[in-house]
């Protein structure tokens, strides 16, 4: 038994992660939905018979690379198997595939690969003489107090200087109440003040203020040729709705009984302390964040985001039993595909919200990326002191000198393994540390 | 002189980096949403695209696939993956792209280099 959170089993788990990778590498072989934005434009090539097959996956495969090595950093820090992991790599296996059966095939494998090969590994390293998964989790722990604070990072980027030490200063100010007062209770009654969703709540609450005030730039404007591109792409996407459903429903499901994982840290958080209030605040800002590059690039393509809107998350994990979190799943992407088109002409209205969806993305990078850091330095440190220390920075400065060939977020975790695993040899040597 | 539109994730630090080492006779730098910004390079109204994302490849220049054409666009840095400063001027040098995109990660070591090729390709 493994330190696995979570009231599900590892079968169930494993079937529906295998589900939801055999089903992902389908639509993107189909070319009805990827997960990775940024191969998202390149599709038209390929569709359209610019680029051949070959040519075509390998620059997917280019784009997706590095990030399931981030994903099997977040998998060790975690425990959990998360989007990363699987849907980067589906996209890569749907669009090498030559028919839909490879695909549908060789997308199980990996579905299957990533939760057993997880579970393998976590117990090959539980049962080492020196157990430092313990200490990989700690990892994670500073993560909300940092990460709460993305909002005023996206205030300063979109408003300035000022305006975002006003951000900064008040989610600061309500972070203390809470942790200070803790609870308030009404008689029988009472509300935990989770200080880290209380600041994260306040923060989002100014963001959405001043950009709903500010003062608009240009209206953005399409022309008549965009506009029909856009048109016919809204209806191939709600041509595919039924293929979409069963992807919604899925990955609902997936994150309900966490079998995969999204936002996998702050998820984190919430599966080991039973409080999800931060993950809910979180995806209401990841929707926010990403709602203007998923819905421009679904239109400019006609191929959909394999999660959505991320929206699917936010019901299977808020969905009271399993067998609710595929429902709700698939009625969100009912509803998404439906307005897809309206969105796509909303945004264009409000150009300061596309500027707000960058900035959000950006402050959540820099907040997790600092909180990454400093909690591998806390497991490196609790494994081997000031020497793991030393490990831990030299790691992490050279692979940033050289070019970061591992990318920045995986750095810490890897460089903590590595020192897991160094610690363990000493220990079977009888060194002492 | 050079009209550049910042975009993506990195957009503010970025116009820092090229406000501070060149001159406003060298660059002249925009911050607007995406779709704007590509626009006015497809109008000609701006010269050159760099857009930011967590993966280089990913949103940064996904409105610019769209709008200018992949052949026009080329992913300078990937998650995993920075150029060294000749590397980035050979490909400046090599190619015809109108839209950069990188990882934030990278901008402190990438824009220098990347103005500076594109200043040299077009004087």
């Known amino acids: 038994m493994t330190t696995m959170i979570g009231d599900y089993g590892l079968v169930f788990r494993a079937i529906v992660c295998i589900a939801i990778c055999a089903w992902a590498a389908l639509l993107a072989h189909m070319n009805i939905s990827n997960f990775n ?48 992991l699987t849907l980067i790599a589906t996209d890569i296996i749907g669009v090498w595939s030559p028919n839909k ?15 057993f090969g997880l579970e393998t590994l976590l117990m090959i390293f539980e049962s080492l003489p020196y157990n430092f998964l313990i200490h990989m989790t700690s990892i994670t722990t500073p993560v909300l107090p940092i990460f709460c604070f993305f909002p005023a990072v996206a205030v300063a980027g979109q408003f300035g200087g000022k305006k975002g030490m006003a951000t900064g200063i008040v989610q600061a100010v309500v972070y203390v109440v809470c942790a200070l007062i803790k609870k308030i209770v009404f008689g029988d009654f009472s509300i935990s003040l989770q200080a880290n969703a209380f600041a994260m709540l306040i923060g989002m609450v100014m963001l959405v203020r001043y950009a709903v005030t500010a003062k608009s730039g240009e209206e953005d404007y399409t022309d008549a040729d965009e506009e029909n591109v856009f048109t016919r792409n809204a209806q191939r996407i709600k041509g595919n709705l039924p293929y979409l459903m069963v992807q919604g429903a899925l990955h609902a499901l997936g994150i309900k009984i966490l079998s995969q994982a999204y936002q996998p840290i702050i998820l984190f958080n919430a599966a080991s302390t039973g409080d999800y209030t931060a993950f809910y605040i979180t995806m209401v800002a990841n929707i926010i964040a990403f709602l203007p590059l998923i819905v421009s690039t679904a239109l400019s393509t006609g191929v959909y985001q394999a999660v959505g809107l991320t929206t699917e998350f936010l019901v299977g994990a808020l969905a009271p039993t399993w ?3 595929p429902i709700f799943g698939a009625a969100v992407i009912f509803l998404e595909v439906q307005f897809v088109g309206m969105l796509g002409k909303l945004l264009s209205k409000f150009p300061e919200l596309r500027l707000s969806g960058d900035h959000i993305r950006d402050g959540m990078a820099q907040t997790l990326s600092l909180a990454l ?14 020497t793991g220390l030393a490990i831990l920075g030299v790691a992490y400065v050279l692979n940033d000198s050289t070019g970061q060939r591992v990318p920045k977020n995986a750095m810490g975790p890897f460089a903590c393994v590595g020192i897991g695993l160094i610690v363990n040899i000493l220990t079977v040597l009888g060194i002492a540390l | 002189m050079l009209k550049i539109a910042c975009c993506g994730l990195a957009a503010t630090r970025m116009k820092m980096i090229i406000e501070k080492n060149f001159s406003k006779e060298e660059v002249e730098v925009l911050t607007l949403p995406d779709t ?9 109204e701006a010269d050159y695209f760099f857009g930011t994302c967590h993966t280089g490849g990913g949103g940064s220049l996904a409105t610019a696939i769209a709008i200018l054409g992949y052949s026009n666009c080329l992913v300078l840095s990937r998650y995993g993956y920075c150029p060294k400063e000749t590397e980035v001027k050979e490909k400046v040098a090599g190619g015809n792209h109108k839209a950069f995109g990188m990882v934030e990660g990278h901008v402190d070591k990438l824009i220098i280099p990347l103005v500076k090729a594109l200043l040299e390709k077009n004087k």
């Open chain 1, 37 to 84: 934005d940024g191969a998202r434009p390149v599709f038209p090539e390929f569709i359209e018979k610019r680029m051949t097959r070959t040519e075509f996956a390998t620059v997917v495969t280019g784009m997706g690379v590095g990030w399931v090595a981030s994903g099997i950093s977040t998998a060790l820090s975690t425990t959990f198997v998360a989007t990363g």
């Open chain 1, 101 to 115: 059966w490879v695909a549908l095939v060789a997308g199980a494998a990996w579905g299957a690969a990533c939760t």
């Open chain 1, 323 to 325: 067998w609710l979190a």
């Open chain 1, 373 to 386: 850091v400093i909690g591998s330095a806390l497991a490196a440190y609790a494994m081997w002191s000031g």
């Open chain 2, 36 to 44: 704007q910004a590509v626009r006015k390079v497809k109008s000609g």
